[in-house]
């Protein structure tokens, strides 16, 4: 039984600035788009990008006050998803949607005469490149002729050749006449608002056993079966079945290829996000690092120096002493003059407030007497 919740308005707004999108998508049967659109019908505002970065490192943040407005609904009724689904059905519907609207719009298009009167250049540049292949012996493209590397990406048996040509003829033009671009630049790629999508069309092998004299051996052969390949993860296929050929597939190819580009393009906002955030980051901890460790450099040199004070202070005392002594003793002789004055010299080349230049310590470190 399907469990449903009435949700006013008020209550949405609430959903959507306590929660992202995406986790309010997991909880309810709608993609982050179709939630986005219900929003947008009933005119609640949503928290803009970085919202949720700026919340999770305790910055200030503006929410947007839900505008009156008694021209929309309400209330809507939300639908918890069933997480056995294999499909989420707002993106089923979605792409369901899509593909019956691409039908209606590329119906001229999508048709399958028996040969094409004006190629797309593409297509010549695979007809020529495969006109010069054999087949393949390798175990897993068995019996394909295989094109070219800076040429579509097809591989298919030499009685589908003329069939494959004329799919991708018939995919490009219909993915071109929705303004977007095919290119060949290390595979084929499908460009949709600057997102490119890497396809590949080959015809599927089948296991045949090959009876021995000893032992069965197993040999893969060209199956009859076109399969077009969208190398996302996972993988998205669509092939030849018992009641639908591959050519009867372009709108919803087509409309899934739209969708997943929007998908790889929120992918993208959301690493660019963690990119800039996490290079905020690491330059936080790097200036951090770097004051730190000056910091540290400053404090040594402020120990050694009040260590040399000190130290030049003990010095002079005991240099006072010795005077003091020599004379008391009548033993202050020119040598021991002579010492006093190169003692006090050298204590003030140590003592950090005096410095005096020596000629004889001149390349000495006073810290370290090296």
Same mark, same amino acid.
């Given at each position: 039984?399907?469990?449903?919740?009435?949700?006013?308005?008020?209550?949405?707004?609430?959903?959507?600035?306590?929660? #992202?999108?995406?986790?309010?998508?997991?909880?309810?049967?709608?993609?982050?788009?179709?939630?986005?659109?219900?929003?947008?019908?009933? &005119?609640?505002?949503? #928290?803009?990008?970085?919202?949720? %970065?700026?919340?999770?490192?305790?910055?200030?943040?503006?929410?947007?006050?839900?505008?009156?407005?008694?021209?929309?609904?309400?209330?809507?009724?939300?639908?918890?998803?069933?997480?056995?689904?294999?499909?989420?059905?707002?993106?089923?519907?979605?792409?369901? %949607?899509?593909?019956?609207?691409?039908?209606? %719009?590329?119906?001229?298009?999508?048709?399958?005469?028996?040969?094409?009167?004006?190629?797309?250049?593409?297509?010549?540049?695979?007809?020529?490149?495969? /006109?010069?292949?054999?087949?393949?012996?390798?175990?897993?493209?068995?019996?394909?002729?295989?094109? =070219?590397?800076?040429?579509?990406?097809?591989?298919?048996?030499?009685?589908?050749?003329?069939?494959?040509?004329?799919?991708?003829?018939?995919?490009?033009?219909?993915? %071109?006449?929705?303004?977007?671009?095919?290119?060949?630049?290390?595979?084929?790629?499908?460009?949709?608002?600057?997102?490119?999508?890497?396809?590949?069309?080959?015809?599927?092998?089948?296991?045949?056993?090959?009876?021995?004299?000893?032992?069965? =051996?197993?040999?893969? &052969?060209?199956?009859?079966?076109?399969?077009?390949?969208?190398?996302?993860? #996972?993988?998205?296929?669509?092939?030849?079945?018992?009641?639908?050929?591959? &050519?009867?597939?372009?709108?919803?190819? *087509?409309?899934?290829?739209?969708?997943?580009?929007?998908?790889?393009?929120?992918?993208?906002?959301?690493?660019?996000?963690?990119?800039?955030?996490?290079?905020?980051?690491? /330059?936080? !901890?790097?200036?951090?690092?770097?004051?730190?460790?000056?910091?540290?450099?400053?404090?040594?040199?402020?120990?050694?120096?009040?260590?040399?004070?000190?130290?030049?202070?003990?010095?002079?005392?005991?240099?006072? !002493?010795?005077?003091?002594?020599?004379?008391?003793?009548?033993?202050?002789?020119?040598?021991?003059?002579?010492?006093?004055?190169?003692?006090?010299? /050298?204590?003030?080349?140590?003592?950090?407030? *005096?410095?005096?230049?020596?000629?004889?310590?001149?390349?000495?470190?006073?810290?370290?007497?090296?």
């Amino acid at each position: 039984m399907e469990r449903t919740q009435v949700v006013t308005r008020e209550e949405l707004y609430d959903l959507v600035w306590d929660n #992202p999108l995406s986790k309010l998508a997991k909880q309810y049967n709608l993609s982050d788009n179709g939630l986005r659109k219900v929003c947008k019908k009933l &005119e609640i505002p949503l #928290p803009k990008n970085g919202y949720w %970065q700026k919340i999770q490192f305790n910055k200030m943040v503006i929410k947007e006050k839900l505008p009156l407005n008694n021209t929309v609904a309400s209330s809507i009724t939300l639908k918890f998803r069933d997480n056995s689904e294999t499909l989420i059905n707002g993106e089923e519907n979605q792409l369901n %949607q899509l593909t019956n609207e691409l039908k209606a %719009q590329l119906k001229d298009i999508t048709v399958f005469p028996e040969k094409r009167a004006k190629p797309n250049e593409l297509i010549v540049a695979a007809k020529n490149d495969l /006109k010069e292949k054999k087949p393949s012996s390798f175990h897993d493209r068995n019996g394909l002729l295989i094109t =070219s590397q800076n040429i579509i990406n097809i591989a298919v048996s030499p009685q589908n050749v003329s069939r494959a040509l004329l799919f991708m003829d018939v995919l490009i033009k219909a993915i %071109q006449s929705r303004g977007h671009k095919i290119i060949v630049d290390n595979g084929t790629k499908i460009i949709i608002n600057n997102i490119e999508l890497k396809i590949d069309l080959r015809e599927r092998l089948k296991r045949n056993i090959v009876k021995g004299t000893h032992w069965d =051996s197993t040999v893969l &052969e060209p199956s009859n079966i076109l399969s077009l390949r969208l190398d996302i993860y #996972p993988v998205k296929e669509w092939t030849d079945t018992n009641t639908t050929q591959l &050519e009867d597939k372009i709108p919803n190819i *087509i409309a899934k290829l739209e969708l997943q580009a929007i998908e790889e393009k929120q992918k993208a906002i959301e690493r660019e996000i963690w990119r800039r955030e996490y290079e905020r980051k690491k /330059k936080i !901890e790097t200036d951090f690092e770097a004051k730190k460790n000056s910091e540290i450099k400053e404090f040594k040199s402020l120990s050694q120096k009040a260590n040399r004070w000190h130290q030049a202070e003990i010095l002079r005392k005991y240099i006072a !002493e010795v005077e003091i002594k020599s004379r008391e003793n009548n033993s202050l002789t020119e040598e021991v003059t002579q010492w006093l004055e190169w003692a006090n010299n /050298k204590v003030a080349w140590y003592d950090p407030f *005096i410095e005096k230049e020596d000629e004889i310590f001149q390349k000495v470190n006073r810290e370290t007497f090296d």
